[in-house]
């Protein structure tokens, strides 16, 4: 019954077509608070989901904020963990939900964020364990966020510690695993031929251009990743929807970094 209902929730963050996904993650106001693109959660789940983004992430307390509404439906992806950026230790991420709430709450799938190299990362794997086990007993997806972050790591963006990560969230039992881009499809190819379960990319700060954030999103299709989980490229764009449509042109129909950028003029 679990792999059913797995299979079931994974359908509602999928494409089912392509198999591949397009997240935007929304849990920034816990960690810096409400800034532009997330302030209105009504009105930033709308933009992306007429978009035709397959999900969103948000934190337990804001479901319900414009989630399943009027318009285009969107899956709902609750975070587990969270830190601040106003804490000591601000990559020292701790639960703050369990997969059983989120289910109460409507999730079709749960998120863990998890910094390898910090002081803290033994309690963090400790509790992406406790997380793993849960959501394979109910049958629920697990997107694990894993970034090479902390006193141990130079370079975050190193190809050697980002598939190292990729690999942390397969080992570990995710389903999904979010991990930054390493710069170019050929060794972002490494990271995808390294971890067992689909990679996504994360976006990052917010860039400087549209081509860049398209550029980076077809290196990562390249090199044979599932798709991409963007938050700030997104939401803060002038028009997330047109952006998410965009995205999806290279995620889903295969299209060139040119002609994605068609879709925003």
């Known amino acids: 019954m679990t792999i059913v209902g797995k299979k079931i929730r994974m359908e509602r963050i999928l494409n089912r077509d392509t198999g591949r996904t397009i997240i935007v993650p929304m849990?920034?106001?816990?960690s810096v608070g409400p800034i532009a693109g997330v302030i209105d959660m009504k009105e930033a789940i709308r933009k992306v989901a007429e978009g035709g983004a397959n999900a969103i992430v948000e934190h337990k307390g804001l479901v319900g904020e414009g989630h399943r509404g009027k318009g285009k439906d969107i899956g709902l992806i609750i975070h587990l963990s969270a830190s601040t950026s106003l804490?000591?230790?601000?990559?020292a991420k701790t639960l703050v939900c369990s997969v059983e709430e989120a289910m109460k709450l409507g999730a079709d799938a749960v998120s863990i964020h998890v910094n390898l190299g910090d002081g803290q990362e033994r309690e963090m794997l400790r509790d992406f364990g406790k997380?793993?086990?849960e959501a394979r007993t109910w049958g629920m997806p697990l997107l694990a966020m894993i970034y090479p972050r902390g006193e141990k790591i130079k370079d975050e963006y190193d190809v050697k510690v980002i598939k190292h990560a990729a690999r942390v969230g397969s080992e570990m039992?995710?389903?999904i695993v979010k991990v930054s881009y390493t710069g170019s499809a050929e060794s972002f190819h490494e990271v995808v031929q390294g971890c067992t379960v689909?990679?996504?990319i994360a976006g990052g700060e917010k860039m400087e251009s549209d081509r860049e954030i398209l550029h980076m999103v077809k290196g990562s299709i390249d090199a044979g990743g599932a798709g991409v989980s963007i938050g700030r490229n997104v939401f803060q764009h002038d028009d997330p929807s047109k952006m998410?449509?965009?995205i999806s042109?290279?995620?889903?129909?295969?299209k060139s970094v040119d002609e994605a950028l068609e879709i925003l003029k």
């Open 244 to 246: 998410v449509r965009a």
């Open 173 to 175: 039992g995710a389903d």
């Open 249 to 254: 042109a290279i995620v889903n129909d295969g």
């Open 131 to 133: 997380v793993s086990y």
């Open 198 to 200: 689909p990679v996504v």
């Open 87 to 91: 804490a000591i230790f601000p990559h």
């Open 27 to 30: 849990d920034h106001g816990m």
